[in-house]
Every structure is written in structure tokens, then in C-alpha cells.
């Protein structure tokens, strides 16, 4: 029997997070940000766009989606036609006006991919006309209490760390790059039997299994290569490529397996649907963004807002942050004052001070 599934959910300031658990342990995580409304498209939705360029030279369709910072990139066959889903091929023309879905978001600097629903559908000015269902949910989604949020501010900060601890001891190196996702497997202070190779293969299959539910975690795709701990039995390099095949039986994205090297490294393919967090929540350098830090400043003061009843709450940002909270589209004055009065303020600390991205503090006065 298959362990039961909860969802964690809480629809803060700027951005509702989700996260699927089962058996106590967190598996998945989506993030919708307010900020990316009209800006960037998301797995699932449904567009009426217009062919704004057919490039032959890079084999694809540039769509207008209506959306400030993207356009939908549509693939384009040898023979200069698209295929709409399920059906023929068809050719398109600039200019044309067509209903797309959108197949996988916009991630390292490119365009979401989409697929053709429909052509000569003319007419209307780009703009979506449909979401996938399970982001209509978190729409309706509410506010967490405190430890609840509390639970989900430590998912989201386990998933944007380099290090991530295995079950019994032992440690997994989570490298995303340009090119692939690089996954190294340590020892650590981990404890075993004293035949060296059952406890390699007892850390691999461990390490299997936390790999899995990272790369899910974390939204990871592309290709990825896990480096485990050395073994000189086949039949356990044959036992190891098994377990992470099963690790992997309940992932909801296509994967494509390698196999096992004789340098012990494990390759995989995985389908890149969703942005991946580290790319949505951190600067090319691996600071938070200003929008990440702004947002969980905003979450701080409701925090010291309803623990500290009528008290008022003062927070102090780094400059950066702070123009972010300044330039930001979303009314979160407005928001934040509904839910715990007008009783705080928010300022910027002195230029010259060092205060990096991440550190907020948040207090009553």
C-alpha cells in the first residue's frame, strides 16, 4: 500500500507555495509568484498568440503570447511546418494568429517551448485563455498559520541547499550548471559493517533514493549524472542500477536512463517542465534574488505582526530589497496592512553599512 499524500499550502504576499509530502517527508514543490503574472508563462496554460517570426536557421516559430518578458517558441520540422498536437502538419505564416499550449516553462535564458492547438485562429490580441488545473487550486489557496509556514520556510530553504543530508548518515553535492545537473555522493560520518562493499552499496541505494526525491524537489532536469561511491561487485553495480530505477517510479516526468560507468557515475535524461527553484529563487552568483529576500521580509513582519498583537513592527532590508519593495507592481502595502494593521514600517539599511541580501530583521518597537 502506497503511503498517503498531504499538501502543505500557504498564499503569502507575492507568492503562493505548495508542497506535496508523503510519509512525512516533503517530495514536491511549485512556487507561483505574482510577479511573474503577465511576464512568464507556466506549464500547462493555454494561449491565443500570433506567429511574430519563423526562423528556419534555429528550427523554430516565435509566438507573441502577450507576455512582457517571453515568447512561446514553437518547433518547426525539416520541411518548415509545425505539427499541431494529434494531428497533421500544417505551415504557418507571420502574422497568423494561433492557439498554443505551453509544454515547458522558459528556463537557463530560453523561451517556454509550445505546442500548436489550433491555426488561422485571427482576430483577438495574445493573451491566455487557460491554466492547468492544479494552478486554478492555488488561487483559492489561503494563508498558513505560523507553524505551518514555519514547516514550508524550512522545505524551500533544504531545496536551495548545496548539501543535502542522507537518511543514517552521509551527504549528497547538488551542482546544477549550464550543461547538466551534477550530484555527488559522500560518506560522511555514516556508520556500516565492516565489509567495505555492502556498505558502499547500502549508501548508494540510500543516496538512490534521496536523489530522487532532491531532483523532484527542486524542479531538476536536463541531464543529470550522479556520482556514487565506488563498488567492485557487478552484481551490485547491477542492484545499484535497479534501485534508482525504482527511486524514480513515481516521478510525474519522463526520464530517459543511462546506466551505470565503470567510474561509477550514473546517468540520467529528465524532462525540464517546470522552472527549476534554484533558478526562480537565486541570482546567476547564488544570492537570493531581491525579489526572494523582499518577499520573505513581507512574511518576517506578518510573523512579528501577529506574534507581537498591537506592538509596532519595524524591519530593516538591505538597499537592494528595499528598491525591489519600491518598484515592486504588486500592492503589497496594501496586503500587509489587511492582515496585520498599519503598524509597521520598513527601511532600508545605510548604504555604507554591510547588510547582505539575505539578512532581514524584523522587530517590535
Not at 102 to 120: C, F, H, M, W, Y
Not at 135 to 140: H, I, K, S, T
Not at 185 to 207: C, H, K, T
Request: glycine letters at 10%.
Amino acid at each position: 500500500m502506497s503511503e498517503a499524500l498531504e499538501t502543505w499550502i500557504d498564499a503569502s504576499i507575492g507568492e503562493t507555495r505548495e508542497v506535496l509530502v508523503r510519509g512525512g517527508r516533503p517530495i514536491a514543490l511549485r512556487i507561483a509568484r505574482a510577479s511573474d503574472e503577465g511576464v512568464r508563462a507556466r506549464w500547462g496554460e493555454l494561449y491565443v498568440g500570433r506567429v511574430r517570426e519563423i526562423d528556419r536557421r534555429r528550427r523554430g516559430v516565435f509566438v507573441d503570447l502577450g507576455l512582457r518578458d517571453e515568447f512561446g517558441f514553437l518547433p518547426l520540422g525539416e520541411d518548415g511546418r509545425v505539427r499541431r498536437a494529434g494531428k497533421e502538419r500544417v505551415s504557418l505564416t507571420e502574422g497568423m494568429g494561433v492557439v498554443v499550449h505551453v509544454t515547458r516553462e522558459g528556463a537557463r535564458g530560453k523561451n517556454p517551448v509550445i505546442e500548436l492547438q489550433e491555426s488561422d485562429h485571427d482576430g483577438e490580441a495574445p493573451h491566455r485563455i487557460g491554466q492547468h488545473e492544479a494552478d486554478e487550486e492555488l488561487v483559492l489557496a489561503k494563508s498558513a498559520d505560523a507553524q505551518l509556514r514555519t514547516k514550508i520556510d524550512a522545505v524551500v530553504e533544504d531545496a536551495l541547499a548545496r548539501i543535502a543530508p542522507l537518511p543514517g548518515g552521509g551527504v549528497l553535492s547538488i551542482e546544477p550548471t549550464s550543461a547538466l545537473v551534477a550530484i555527488d555522493v559522500d560518506s560522511g560520518a555514516r556508520q556500516g559493517s565492516g565489509d567495505p562493499e555492502r556498505f558502499a552499496l547500502d549508501l548508494n541505494i540510500a543516496a538512490a533514493q534521496e536523489a530522487a526525491r532532491q531532483i523532484r524537489l527542486r524542479n531538476l532536469g536536463g541531464l543529470i549524472a550522479i556520482d556514487f561511491v565506488s563498488m567492485r561487485a557487478k552484481s551490485h553495480g547491477k542492484q545499484l542500477e535497479e534501485a534508482v530505477r525504482a527511486a524514480f517510479a513515481d516521478d510525474p516526468w519522463s526520464i530517459q536512463f543511462g546506466g551505470l560507468s565503470r567510474f561509477g557515475v550514473f546517468d540520467m535524461a529528465r524532462a525540464q517542465l517546470r522552472r527549476p527553484l534554484h533558478e526562480q529563487m537565486r541570482d546567476a552568483d547564488g544570492r537570493l534574488t531581491a525579489e526572494t529576500a523582499a518577499l520573505m521580509a513581507l512574511r518576517a513582519i506578518e510573523r512579528e505582526g501577529r506574534a507581537q498583537t498591537g506592538r509596532q513592527i519595524a524591519c530593516t532590508v538591505s538597499p537592494g530589497v528595499k528598491a525591489w519593495l519600491d518598484a515592486a507592481e504588486i500592492d503589497w502595502r496594501a496586503q500587509l496592512s489587511n492582515r496585520i494593521g498599519m503598524r509597521w514600517t520598513l527601511d532600508a539599511a545605510p548604504q555604507e553599512a554591510f547588510w547582505p541580501r539575505d539578512r532581514i530583521d524584523a522587530r517590535a518597537v
